[in-house]
């Protein structure tokens, strides 16, 4: 029986990872791509956290609140580093930028620290590590399939 529910878990994992590839795949020629990414993200943030239906509500509502800082910083992060006149600045100006970089890098590692225990209210610990390794699994997911294009 056991074997059974293992074996069961192992195929609805397989088949949402094939449908999660499918939508990245189908993302990528549509408008709507961003959106069909998110969906793929979240389909596979819910399968793998196993949310109870009480904590549901709750962690998606910190979770997008959490997400939507997350990118803005990530975004300026990028801004900095792909700044067009990064090449006729001065030392002094250089030395600006990558300060403000690094000062935005702090504030990723603040943002993760003041939502680990806002998560932590929420969901478990070994939900909260699940997240982060289902976080990064997708990315490498994606960037894995943007790179056979």
């Known amino acids: 029986?056991?074997?059974?529910?293992?074996?069961?878990?192992?195929?609805?994992?397989?088949?949402?990872?094939?449908?999660?590839?499918?939508?990245?795949?189908?993302?990528?020629?549509?408008?709507?791509?961003?959106?069909?990414?998110?969906?793929?993200?979240?389909g596979m943030i819910t399968n793998r956290l196993n949310l109870t239906t009480d904590q549901a509500p709750q962690f998606w509502a910190i979770y997008n609140e959490y997400n939507a800082k997350?990118?803005?910083?990530?975004?300026?992060?990028?801004?900095?580093?792909?700044?067009?006149?990064?090449?006729?600045?001065?030392?002094?100006?250089?030395?600006?930028?990558?300060?403000?970089?690094?000062?935005?890098?702090?504030?990723?590692?603040?943002?993760?620290?003041?939502y680990m225990e806002r998560f932590l209210k929420v969901i478990s610990p070994a939900q909260l590590r699940e997240l982060y390794k289902t976080e990064q699994m997708f990315n490498q997911m994606l960037l894995k399939r943007l790179n056979q294009e």
């Open 70 to 114: 997350k990118q803005e910083l990530n975004r300026r992060i990028r801004q900095l580093n792909n700044e067009p006149n990064r090449f006729n600045l001065n030392d002094d100006q250089l030395k600006n930028g990558l300060r403000e970089t690094n000062a935005t890098k702090q504030k990723l590692a603040d943002l993760d620290d003041e």
């Open 1 to 42: 029986m056991v074997n059974f529910t293992k074996m069961r878990h192992a195929w609805i994992g397989w088949l949402f990872g094939l449908l999660v590839m499918t939508q990245v795949a189908n993302a990528q020629n549509d408008l709507n791509g961003r959106q069909k990414i998110e969906s793929a993200k979240i």
